[in-house]
C-alpha cells in the first residue's frame, strides 16, 4: 500500500472513529507499527491529526476531512450519481458546480459524454471549485466561468464577498450542488458558513437545483444551511438510501432519482 492510500485510510478511520490506536491501525492496514507511527507523526506536522501517547485524535472538535483524502468513499455510488446527473443537463446549457467529490464526479461525467465534444459552447460551466475548473479548462468546446473568492483548503473552493460580484451578474439553468447533508426538515448543509452562502447564492441564480448526494448524507444535518428542502427540484442519490426518506423528499415535491 502507498503511503498516500495509508494516509487516506488512516484519516477516514479517524473520522469515523474520534481516535485510532498504533496498533489497532497496524491491524486493520496489515502495516507495521513503526510505519503507522511515522504516518501519525507526518500527519500531525501537517495539523491533520493530534499526535496522542499510542495513537492519534482528531484534529479539532468538529473535523472535515480534505477533499484530497474523500475520493475513495463511496466512489462507484458517486460515480452512478455523477452520470445520471449528467444525463438530466441539456447541451448548451449553463450549469453551476457547487465544490465537492461528487460534483467533481459530475464535472468529469460531462467531459466524456459524446454530445458534449463539439460546441460553441457545448456548455457553461460556472464554479467556485479550482479543481472542476482545472479538470475543465482543457476541453475547448466547454466555456468555464469561475467565480471570484479566497480558497478554502478543505474543499478547494472560492468563498467570501469577492465571488458577488461575479454571480450577481449571470442566471444559469441548473446548479448541481454536493452536501455534507440533506434532510427533509432541515433542508441541504455544509459544514462551512461561508461555503454555504456561496452554494446559496448559486442556487437563487438558477433556473432549477439538483441535488447529488449519496445515501449516506441522506437524513444527516450539518452546521451551515445552503437551503430548504423545497427549493431542490431533482434529488440524485443510490439505491442504498431509505425508501421512507426518499418518500418523504417526493411528499416535499421533488423528483428522485435512485441509481
Excluded at 193 to 202: I, S, T
Excluded at 240 to 251: M, N, S, Y
Aim: aromatic share 4%; with cysteine; net charge negative.
Amino acid at each position: 500500500m502507498s503511503r498516500d492510500a495509508r494516509w487516506k485510510a488512516l484519516l477516514e478511520l479517524l473520522v469515523e472513529r474520534g481516535r485510532l490506536d498504533v496498533e489497532e491501525a497496524a491491524g486493520e492496514l496489515e502495516v507495521s507499527a513503526a510505519t503507522i507511527r511515522r504516518d501519525f507523526d507526518q500527519l500531525a506536522e501537517q495539523q491533520m491529526l493530534v499526535r496522542t501517547r499510542g495513537g492519534a485524535v482528531v484534529h479539532g472538535v468538529s473535523y472535515e476531512l480534505p477533499l484530497r483524502y474523500k475520493t475513495a468513499r463511496h466512489a462507484s455510488e458517486k460515480q452512478r450519481i455523477a452520470k445520471a446527473v449528467a444525463d438530466i443537463i441539456a447541451p448548451g446549457e449553463a450549469v453551476g458546480l457547487t465544490g465537492g467529490t461528487t460534483t467533481t464526479e459530475v464535472a468529469r461525467a460531462l467531459a466524456v459524454r459524446s454530445d458534449l465534444a463539439a460546441g460553441s459552447p457545448a456548455l457553461t460551466v460556472v464554479t467556485n471549485a479550482l479543481n472542476i475548473a482545472n479538470e475543465l479548462a482543457v476541453r475547448p468546446q466547454f466555456k468555464i466561468v469561475v467565480t471570484g473568492g479566497v480558497a478554502r483548503p478543505q474543499s478547494y473552493e472560492l468563498i467570501g464577498p469577492l465571488a458577488d460580484g461575479v454571480l450577481s451578474q449571470i442566471t444559469i439553468d441548473v446548479a448541481v450542488l454536493g452536501v455534507v447533508g440533506f434532510d427533509v426538515t432541515h433542508g441541504a448543509a455544509a459544514h462551512d458558513e461561508a461555503e454555504a452562502a456561496m452554494n446559496r447564492l448559486l442556487c437563487e441564480r438558477a433556473e432549477r437545483v439538483v441535488v447529488a448526494a449519496d445515501s449516506s448524507k441522506l437524513g444527516q444535518r450539518a452546521f451551515a444551511r445552503i437551503c430548504a428542502a423545497e427549493a431542490v427540484n431533482t434529488l440524485v442519490t443510490d439505491t442504498a438510501a431509505d425508501p421512507e426518506t426518499l418518500r418523504r423528499f417526493e411528499e416535499a415535491g421533488l423528483r428522485v432519482v435512485a441509481v
